[in-house]
């Protein structure tokens, strides 16, 4: 940040969130950049992407959102861009924490179903060819999230996404759905297909690696209606067009590739990857990002079926 601000001749301020919460780079209709602002611009995107591939999620959704500008980037998006850096600069030194112990995830209830009507011999597929697993089992678990109808030009909604090995974040999403969801469930199911196949690619490139996995991957949700359609084999789905992402995520369940849990939305960690937050609620959410919601934040998991066993 320090030859951004001699490059730009910046004096960047302190910002505790990334974005203003406010400001919609969509339908900014500010002038354009010349031209060499216009190089500084993409260059400034460049480097903030390479911040996100050395591991600071927690400006991914700025990253992605203000990538979408460098063939035409107007003032208001250099000037949101500046906040950026001015959050980067002031909170430098924070870190992924590595922290390799097992969680325990057997305080959260976990009701069994017969999944054998609907989804019979349901199983993971696994390549016959992997070595044969050695060493202590790891267990994949995560947040997923959607923003629905974020974007004002084209209401396409934002997938978020925070995947653990154990306790440590390892891979982090944040991107536009290709289409367009009419409800905060369409959204939702989206998302939760986007995880549970980031999921399974995690668990098969763990198993070429000779790694013994603990299944299945715990995914907590903030969406309660998505998340209990998807988990009793008795539930039904009225949108067609959301057919594809429904069966996924229950064929993915059924195997016991992945259990879907209902968190409130203020504990869901993937939701900074969504849209812009304040900074309070963003504070929170990226400074607990080695911690789960407790059993009584998540209900008791009761969901009547008649199928249950």
């Given at each position: 940040?320090?030859?951004?601000?001699?490059?730009?001749?910046?004096?960047?301020?302190?910002?505790?969130s990334?974005?203003?919460?406010?400001?919609?780079?969509?339908?900014?209709?500010?002038?354009?950049?010349?031209?060499?602002?216009?190089?500084?611009?993409?260059?400034?995107?460049?480097?903030?992407n390479w911040c996100v591939t050395l591991g600071r999620w927690d400006v991914?959704?700025?990253?992605s959102t203000y990538a979408r500008y460098a063939q035409a980037p107007g003032q208001g998006h250099m000037n949101a861009l500046k906040r950026v850096f001015g959050y980067l600069k002031h909170h430098?030194?924070?870190?992924?924490?590595?922290?390799t112990s097992m969680p325990d995830f057997s305080k959260y209830p976990k009701m069994q179903y017969d999944w054998s009507r609907r989804y019979p011999n349901a199983t993971e597929e696994v390549d016959p060819n992997t070595p044969n697993?050695?060493?202590?089992?790891?267990?994949?678990?995560?947040?997923?999230d959607a923003s629905h109808a974020s974007c004002l030009q084209t209401r396409r909604s934002v997938t978020g996404?925070?995947?653990?090995?154990?306790?440590?974040?390892?891979?982090?999403?944040?991107?536009?759905?290709?289409?367009?969801?009419?409800?905060?469930?369409g959204s939702e199911i989206v998302a939760g297909w986007i995880a549970i196949d980031h999921v399974v690619a995690i668990h098969q490139d763990l198993r070429w690696l000779g790694v013994p996995i603990q299944s299945p991957a715990i995914?907590?949700?903030?969406?309660?209606?998505?998340?209990?359609?998807?988990?009793?084999?008795?539930?039904?789905?009225?949108?067609r067009h959301n057919s594809i992402a429904y069966h996924r995520c229950q064929e993915a369940i059924a195997a016991d590739i992945a259990a879907v849990i209902h968190c409130p939305s203020g504990l869901n960690l993937s939701e900074a990857l969504t849209k812009p937050l304040g900074s309070v609620l963003f504070e929170r959410l990226t400074h607990s990002s080695t911690s789960w919601p407790s059993p009584s934040d998540v209900g008791n998991g009761e969901l009547k079926d008649e199928t249950c066993t």
């Open positions: 940040t320090g030859k951004i601000e001699k490059l730009m001749d910046w004096k960047l301020r302190c910002y505790n990334p974005e203003n919460p406010d400001y919609h780079s969509e339908i900014d209709e500010g002038p354009f950049l010349d031209d060499d602002q216009h190089s500084r611009y993409r260059m400034m995107v460049g480097s903030l991914h959704h700025a990253a430098s030194r924070r870190r992924t924490v590595y922290d697993p050695k060493g202590k089992p790891v267990q994949i678990a995560g947040y997923f996404m925070l995947l653990f090995l154990n306790n440590t974040p390892i891979e982090f999403l944040s991107k536009r759905q290709g289409t367009v969801e009419s409800s905060t469930y995914l907590f949700g903030d969406n309660e209606a998505m998340v209990k359609n998807i988990s009793l084999p008795s539930s039904s789905l009225k949108k």
